[in-house]
C-alpha cells in the first residue's frame, strides 16, 4: 500500500508545483506588464517634460490651438463643394503658369522621341544657340535676385575651356583620373583655409548647398547615434534657415524644432533655442547669413551653447560662401562666424555662389575628420565590388571639379576681396536709400540689419507683394518672402553696375501702389475686391494667408509637374 501513496503524493507535488508555476507565470507576466507601463509612463512624462519646457505652457496650448486651426480648415478644405471649387482655381491659375513656361503655337518644334538618325554637328549646335536665346528674365543686365553670381564673359570662357579639358572625367575613378582628384582635395583646401579650420579639420564637396546640409545633418545624426546612443535624434533650427534643413528632417528622419527671429533683430532667439535641448538633440543650426533677410544669426552666443551642452553647431554660410571670410579686408563690419568659434563643428560653403563657380558645386567642412567619416556610404560585401563614396552621388561630373578650381585659381584672394567691396557695397546703397529716401522710407521698411549681400524690406502701408508684381513689370526679378510678407534683393555682380536703376524703378513702382491703394480706398472695399492680382500677390497673399496649405501644396506640385511637359 505503501507504494500506491507515492504516486499520489507525486501527482500531488506535480499539481502542487505545476499551479507555483501557473502563479508564478502570472506573476511574471503581471511584473512584466508594469515594467512596460512603467516605461511608457516615463516616455510621456519625459516627452510632456521636454515639450513644456521646450515651447512653455503658453506655447505648447499655442501650438495646439494652431493644430486645431489647420485642422478645421483641412476639413473644411475637404468638403465636396469647396474642393470641387478649389480644384477649378488651381486648375486655371497652373493653365496660366504652362502657358508662361511651355513655349507653344505653331513655330514651336517638339523634340519627345530620339531623332532616327544622329544630327550633324552644325544642326545640333544651331538648336542649342536657339535654346539659349528663348525669351527670359534678363540676368545678363542685372535684372534677377541671386541666380547668376559672376556672370561676366571671361569667366564663362574659363569654365569652358575647363570643362572641355575633363569633360569625361569621373572622380570615382582617382587613378583615371589624377588631376580631378587632386583639384577636388585643393579646393577642399583652399576652402577650409579661407574658413580658419584647425589642423583635424576636413571636408568634402558636394553637388550644392542642399547636398552639403543633408550631409551636416547626417554626419550629426549618425555621431548621435554612435557616440550617443540617440534613436529618436531631434534638431534646432531657426525658423529663417534654408528650406535643405526641413529636406533632412524629411530624407533623415530627424525631429526638427523652428526657433522664432523675432522683430527687430530677426536673429534666432538663443533663449528658445536653449529651452529645447534635450538629450535627444543631435545638432543646433546658425546662418551666415540666412537667406529670406541676409541677418547672420548670433553664431558666437550658438557657439557657447553648443560647447556648453556637447551638441554640434552647423553654421550655414552656403550664401554667405566666399563674401564671409572677406567682410573684414574689404572694409565691412563683420562678425566671429567660422571653426575660430570652438563650438562650430561644420560649416556648409557655396563655392557656386559667391566662389563664382559653375553651378553644381558646394562643399562641407568638419572640424574632425571623425565627423567627416560619419556622412561616408560604404558597402563592403557588395556584389559589385567594395563599393565607397563620400556623399551622395556615385559618379560626379569630374568637369565642375575642374570648372571650380579653375574659377577659385582665376579669381584669387584679392578678386573675391574687391568682389566683396563691390557686393556688399551695392548692398549697403540699397539699404540706406530704403531707409533713409522719403520716396521709399515712408513705405518700406528694412527687416533687420543685413551685414552681407542681402536687403530684405517689408511695408506697413502696402501690399509688398504689389510692390514684387510692379518691379516684375518693370522686367526684375526679386525674391517674396512670407511670415512676414517682405521682398528681397540678393546682390550679384551683374546687379552692381544697375544698382541705382533698380532703385529709380522701385521708388516709381512704390509711387504707383501707393496712388493703386488710395485709389482702392476711396472706392471702397467692394472695389478692391475684385482688383488684378499679380503673381506674387494670387500666391502669397490669397493662398498664402490660408492657416492650411493644401492649396498652395497644389500649386507648388503642379508647378513642377510643369517642369516636365515637353
Ligand atoms: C542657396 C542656399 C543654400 C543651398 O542652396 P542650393 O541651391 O542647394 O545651393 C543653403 N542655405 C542658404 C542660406 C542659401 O542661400
Ligand atoms: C485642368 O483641367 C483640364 C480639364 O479637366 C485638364 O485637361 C487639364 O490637364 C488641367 N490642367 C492642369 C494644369 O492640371
Ligand atoms: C563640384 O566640385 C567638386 C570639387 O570641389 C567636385 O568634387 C564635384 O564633383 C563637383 N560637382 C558635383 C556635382 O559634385
Known amino acids: 500500500m505503501g507504494s500506491s501513496r507515492t504516486p499520489v503524493s507525486l501527482r500531488d507535488t506535480l499539481s502542487k508545483s505545476s499551479t507555483t508555476r501557473k502563479q508564478l507565470l502570472s506573476l511574471n507576466i503581471d511584473l512584466l506588464r508594469n515594467l512596460v507601463f512603467f516605461l511608457f509612463l516615463i516616455r510621456i512624462t519625459r516627452k510632456t517634460f521636454y515639450q513644456l519646457r521646450g515651447r512653455g505652457l503658453l506655447g505648447s496650448f499655442f501650438d495646439l490651438y494652431k493644430s486645431l486651426e489647420r485642422f478645421s480648415y483641412r476639413l473644411f478644405f475637404s468638403l465636396p463643394f469647396v ?7 488651381v486648375n486655371a491659375s497652373l493653365t496660366e503658369l504652362q502657358a508662361k513656361l511651355v513655349p507653344s503655337g505653331p513655330g514651336i518644334v517638339r523634340h519627345t522621341s530620339l531623332p532616327t538618325e544622329g544630327w550633324t554637328r552644325e544642326k545640333v549646335e544651331e538648336e542649342l544657340g536657339k535654346m539659349e536665346e528663348m525669351e527670359h528674365t534678363r540676368w545678363e543686365d542685372g535684372r534677377v535676385s541671386g541666380a547668376v553670381y559672376h556672370g561676366a564673359k571671361e569667366m564663362g570662357e574659363v569654365w569652358t575651356r575647363a570643362f572641355g579639358g575633363s569633360a569625361v572625367s569621373n572622380p570615382i575613378h582617382p587613378d583615371v583620373f589624377p588631376g580631378v582628384r587632386k583639384m577636388e582635395a585643393e579646393v577642399v583646401a583652399m576652402v577650409l583655409s579661407l574658413f580658419n579650420a584647425p589642423e583635424d579639420a576636413a571636408g ?9 546640409i543633408l550631409m551636416a545633418c547626417l554626419s550629426a545624426r549618425e555621431r548621435g547615434r554612435i557616440e550617443r546612443g540617440i534613436r529618436e535624434p531631434e534638431m534646432i533650427i531657426p525658423s529663417t534657415a534654408h528650406a535643405a534643413f526641413q529636406k533632412a528632417s524629411q530624407y533623415f528622419k530627424i525631429k526638427l524644432h523652428q526657433v522664432a527671429c523675432p522683430a527687430p533683430s530677426y536673429r534666432a532667439s538663443i533663449h528658445a533655442i ?26 558666437s552666443a550658438l557657439s557657447r551653447l553648443a560647447l556648453r551642452h556637447k ?27 567660422d571653426f575660430r568659434l570652438k563650438g562650430v563643428t561644420s560649416i556648409s560653403v557655396d563655392t ?6 559653375p553651378k553644381g558645386n558646394s562643399t562641407v567642412l568638419y572640424r574632425t575628420k571623425k565627423l567627416r567619416s560619419y556622412q561616408y556610404f560604404i558597402s563592403p560585401a557588395w556584389s559589385g565590388g567594395v563599393y565607397a563614396s563620400p556623399s551622395m552621388a556615385g559618379s560626379r561630373p569630374g568637369a565642375l571639379i575642374a570648372g571650380c578650381w579653375a574659377s577659385l585659381m582665376r579669381v584669387g584672394e584679392a578678386g573675391y576681396i574687391d568682389a566683396c567691396h563691390k557686393i556688399v557695397g551695392a548692398a549697403k546703397t540699397i539699404e540706406s536709400a530704403i531707409r533713409e ?4 522710407n515712408a513705405d518700406l521698411r528694412v527687416i533687420g540689419r543685413p551685414m552681407v549681400s542681402v536687403v530684405a524690406f517689408a511695408s506697413d502701408t502696402l501690399s509688398i507683394y504689389d510692390v514684387a508684381d510692379g518691379m516684375s513689370a518693370k522686367g526684375w526679378h526679386l525674391n517674396s518672402l512670407q511670415d512676414p510678407p517682405a521682398v528681397h534683393v540678393a546682390v550679384t555682380l551683374p546687379i552692381v553696375p544697375v544698382t541705382e536703376d533698380l532703385l529709380a524703378d522701385l521708388r516709381i513702382v512704390v509711387g504707383e501702389v501707393r496712388e493703386m491703394e488710395v485709389k482702392r480706398l476711396a472706392e471702397g472695399k467692394k472695389a478692391g475686391a475684385e482688383r488684378q492680382r499679380g503673381s506674387a500677390s494670387a500666391l502669397y497673399g490669397v493662398a498664402g494667408s490660408l492657416p492650411d496649405k493644401s492649396v498652395v501644396e497644389d500649386l507648388a506640385r503642379g508647378f513642377l509637374d510643369c517642369l516636365y511637359v515637353a
Do not use: W
Open 311 to 337: 551638441i554640434p553647431l552647423h553654421v550655414d554660410c552656403c550664401l554667405g560662401s566666399f563674401l564671409m571670410p572677406c567682410l573684414s579686408k574689404a572694409g565691412f563690419d563683420s562678425e566671429p562666424f
Open 352 to 357: 557656386h555662389k559667391y566662389g563664382f563657380a
Open 437 to 440: 529716401d522719403d520716396a521709399l
Open 274 to 299: 536653449s529651452r529645447l535641448i534635450n538629450p535627444n538633440t543631435i545638432l543646433l543650426v546658425g546662418s551666415a547669413p540666412n537667406f529670406p533677410h541676409g541677418i547672420i544669426d548670433d553664431i
Open 83 to 89: 474642393r470641387a471649387k478649389l480644384a477649378t482655381q
Open 204 to 212: 568634402v564637396s558636394t553637388s550644392g548647398g542642399t547636398e552639403s
